[in-house]
Nanobody, 123 residues
Framework: QVQLVESGGGLVQAGGSLRLSCAAS????????MGWFRQAPGKEREFVAA???????FYANSVKGRFTISRDRARNTVYLQMNSLTPEDTAVYYC?????????????????WGQGTQVTVSS
């Protein structure tokens, strides 16, 4: 069982930055694929970024070049650095973990989820 706790959300002006953190309860999660998803009001949950145990990364086109996912194995924590934020980035951001992930962009492939953290970008 892996428990995930996100933090770092908040209100920021357009063009600003935020760093989200996702703390995992289990050291075994270091072998999992870790992902970030987001869900805006009235929209489906969408993939943002993922990182494999070997530290390879993959990003949605909408955030590529602006967001960076990373992990700190010693702290069992995954980060999402978000720069050049726009109002379109406003959403609840969720951290997810999957032991066997076939389609990294599919929420169904992740077995563990955090409670989410709100990110609001004002114009």
């Amino acid at each position: 069982q892996v428990q995930l706790v996100e933090s770092g959300g908040g209100l920021v002006q357009a063009g600003g930055s935020l760093r989200l953190s996702c703390a995992a309860s289990s050291t075994t999660s270091s072998n999992y694929v870790m992902g970030w998803f987001r869900q805006a009001p009235g929209k489906e949950r969408e993939f943002v970024a993922a990182i494999w145990s070997g530290s390879s990364t993959f990003y949605a086109n909408s955030v590529k070049g602006r967001f960076t996912i990373s992990r700190d194995r010693a702290r069992n924590t995954v980060y999402l650095q978000m720069n050049s934020l726009t109002p379109e980035d406003t959403a609840v951001y969720y951290c997810a973990a999957g032991r066997t992930v076939t389609v990294v962009t599919s929420a169904h492939d992740y077995g563990y989820w955090g409670q989410g953290t709100q990110v609001t970008v004002s114009s």
